[in-house]
């Protein structure tokens, strides 16, 4: 996000003309409030609701006599900066209170969580980042962009950056994975896709990089929990993504839930401050996640409410989302000097600078003509397409023995499952404005490529199994394809799972189907990595589905059916057994680094390596891997590698090929493996190519434990290869 001299003048000229309440009205945000309809608190019956006191139905009868309250003298009197929700007719009417009706005409920003599309809804992040193709996540980023700004959202909560190595926690599906380097450029494709394209005002919107910072590592993978970490493993693996969205004019950031080494990031004045905006340079504002000032309490480190705003604002927190803490309390702040002007002043000026790059003071509403496009109409062809795209990239196939996959059209495909009957479970956490109507079955994906399957719900991720339907299910078919996995609940915010094996009977399922002797497929749908031991030991095919948005089926049956090529990897990796969280490749090594032998790093009664590791993806065709050179360039400040890829198999893939370090011997243990880059290569049977890297040199460092930068003289291997555990390597001195 990069102004203009004229918009840095008009941002002065407002912040001159503004008073202190209509300053500290920039730093609220505001939520439509439930009023009405009910004799408790609207939080309480949201636990209500979560913990079965209250059923779906009683709920919505409930809300069905309630009103909102959109809070429009508060936005008349400017008191409000920014506002929730998803309604371009309200928008309009909101932004025209605060254009029209305020003293100073500031228009609202229009925020909502926009994290795997709004309308259009593509593949969660740990999905699609398994595609590794940054084309792709810049395109669907921008389409977000446009649906959003067509529904009066100018402000995405979005994209989610977290490193995540435990798989019991359930927002593992909302980031992308655990390696920082594939973060990091997911996260500058996913800025340039919704802030990119400013030819029109409605291209882009302002991009909010979350959860700022180290969310991903919170203690045994228990939402909300503590983290704990060095410095140097904070700017090593946590800070990469971040630091590469800012780099790319991310707009905003939105501080995480977690306290980071006993200092909640909320009053974090070391990474809201000192990192982010003196040392990165970001010149737009950061705002708390929802209540996230006030648990400052909860946590420990303030005394009250007021204590914890007074925190958050001298740390560099600029705009508070929920319980009107800087509204309550600011102004007496000031006035008494316990939060100095200029620091209330920096928070507003980077708040207005949002506001006039995104062009709000020339364009507030939403055309009528964008609403009517997402009112009552099917998605846009174009939109629908590249969901399916996205999808299909996403796809990893884990297991294919005896090339059991692809499927013929001719065979009799009994569809097991209740997940393969389902539109709305393809969603996954995180997505709020779809519709049913866009959305494709796994079932409906079948019968509408063609296949001659039938369906046989037999059981679920909850519920009883049904042994009838199991017994129909094997009596049909040739071949059995059996969906499982989790509902769309069972993973993102508040969803941490300790057993991340297949939730409820759908193991004693497969039990079943594969004790009838028909071969079996495991079709998963899923948020997280899920414990495979015992799947991938005894199902001959397993095809990792994710929750890939609304045209899932019709990708899962192209790969099933031989349409497609998988060309997926997995993002995450994935552990055989409950019990071996965090899992990630890139670890350091210890003094005695695991083995089969008892005094070394591992576990009595379960694998200490991944099932399939970081980058892992299966094809049906085969690659090969060859010739790995590497080369100094003139001048001495890159390495030039090289290799030999071959399609060996019979049929056009796509692999993608990475790129790894270590560095052999350092002033601080470093990983055993980085991943530094990619490329998605495409042969035809029996082609070959050579694949070119260039390594600089000043990409071969590493954070020490005072947050510097070292680049160290020494024995350094080289990796490339398929996957994170699959490479060729090669050894070579670097000096500096």
């Known amino acids: ?80 900066g920014a506002m929730m929700g998803d309604d371009p007719v309200k928008a309009n009417e909101l932004q025209k ?49 446009k649906e959003s700004r067509a529904h009066g959202i100018n402000w995405n909560f979005a994209p989610m950056l ?162 009107h803490i800087f ?105 709020m404005s779809w519709q049913e109507r866009d959305c494709v079955s796994i079932r409906e994906g079948l019968e509408k490529a063609g296949a001659n399957v039938r369906y046989f719900a037999c059981g679920g991720p ?30 993102g915010e508040a969803s941490s799972r300790a057993d991340i094996t297949l939730p409820g009977k759908q193991r004693k399922l497969l039990k079943k189907l594969l004790k009838t002797g028909k071969k079996v497929v495991l079709v998963l749908m899923n948020g997280r990595p899920l414990a495979l031991g015992w799947e991938d030991q005894h199902v001959p095919a397993i095809l990792e589905g994710w929750h890939l948005g609304i045209r899932m089926g019709d990708a899962v049956a192209a790969a099933l059916l031989g349409d497609l090529n998988p060309e997926g990897k997995v993002a995450s990796s994935f552990p055989a057994e409950n019990g071996i969280e965090p899992l990630y490749y890139n670890h350091p090594n210890t003094g005695r680094p695991g083995s089969r032998s008892k005094f070394t790093s591992r576990y009595l009664d379960a694998p200490f390596e991944a099932l399939y590791p970081f980058g892992f993806g299966l094809s049906y065709t085969a690659f090969s891997y060859s010739g790995l050179k590497v080369k100094e360039e003139e001048g001495g400040g890159a390495f030039e590698i090289t290799l030999r890829l071959a399609n060996t198999g019979a049929r056009e893939g796509t692999e993608t090929v990475q790129l790894y370090l270590q560095d052999k011997a350092a002033s601080l243990v470093r990983p055993v493996k980085e991943l530094k880059d990619y490329m998605k290569v495409t042969l035809k049977a029996g082609e070959e190519k050579t694949v070119r890297f260039r390594l600089s040199k000043k990409d071969m460092g590493f954070y020490d434990n005072s947050g510097k930068y070292l680049l160290e003289d020494g024995l350094f291997k080289i990796f490339a290869g398929g996957s994170s555990r699959d490479c060729l390597e090669e050894e070579i001195m670097v000096k500096f």
């Open 162 to 323: 977290d490193v995540a190595r435990d798989s019991r926690w359930g927002r593992v599906s909302e980031g992308p994975g655990e390696d920082p380097r594939l973060g990091a450029r997911f996260a500058r494709a996913k800025i340039r896709g919704l802030q990119g394209d400013t030819a029109s005002d409605r291209n882009y919107v302002a991009a909010c990089m979350k959860h700022y910072v180290a969310y991903g590592a919170c203690e045994s993978g228990r939402d909300y929990n503590t983290t704990m970490m060095s410095t140097s493993m904070l700017h090593n693996v946590y800070l990469e993504a971040f630091r590469a969205a800012v780099e790319e004019g991310a707009a905003s950031a939105m501080a995480s839930f977690n306290d980071l080494n006993g200092v909640p990031c909320s009053v974090n004045p070391y990474t809201l401050r000192t990192v982010l905006k003196d040392g990165y340079g970001m010149n737009g504002f950061v705002v708390s996640d929802a209540n996230g000032i006030k648990e400052c309490v909860a946590h420990g480190i303030a005394a009250d409410e007021e204590d914890a705003g007074i925190q958050a604002m001298n740390a560099g927190l600029d705009m508070d989302m929920g319980p």
């Open 462 to 491: 909850e519920g009883e199994l049904d042994s009838e339907e199991i017994r129909q299910a094997a009596e049909w078919g040739d071949v059995i394809v059996a969906v499982l996995g989790e509902t769309d609940a069972m993973s």
């Open 97 to 145: 209170i605060a254009v029209e009706e305020s003293r100073l005409g500031i228009p609202l920003l229009m925020g909502f969580d926009v994290i795997h599309g709004l309308r259009t809804v593509y593949p969660i992040a740990i999905a699609e980042a398994g595609s590794f193709d940054d084309d792709l996540f810049e395109r669907t980023a921008s389409m977000a962009a």
């Open 327 to 431: 509204k309550n309390y600011l102004k007496k702040a000031v006035e008494e000097g316990r939060v100095p002007m200029e620091i209330l002043d920096d928070a507003v000026r980077r708040i207005l600078r949002v506001k006039v790059w995104l062009g709000l003071f020339e364009n507030p509403y939403v055309p009528e003509e964008s609403i009517r496009t997402y009112a009552d109409s099917n998605v846009p062809e174009e939109h629908s397409t590249l969901a399916l795209e996205a999808a299909e990239k996403s796809l990893v196939l884990l297991k294919n023995e005896d090339n059991l996959l692809p499927l013929d059209r001719e065979q009799k495909i009994s569809l097991v499952g209740k997940l393969a009957d389902s539109r709305t479970e393809i969603i996954g956490a995180w997505a």
């Open 1 to 80: 996000m990069r102004l203009t001299q004229e918009q840095e003048r008009k941002v002065e000229s407002i912040l001159a003309r503004m008073t202190l309440e209509e300053k500290i009205g920039q730093t609220n945000l505001e939520s439509p409030s439930i009023v009405g309809g009910f004799d408790v608190p609207f939080e309480e019956l949201i636990e209500m609701l979560t913990d079965g006191r209250l059923s779906n139905e009683e709920f919505g009868k409930i809300m069905a006599t309630s009103s909102r309250d959109y809070h429009e003298d508060d936005i008349r009197a400017g008191r409000v």
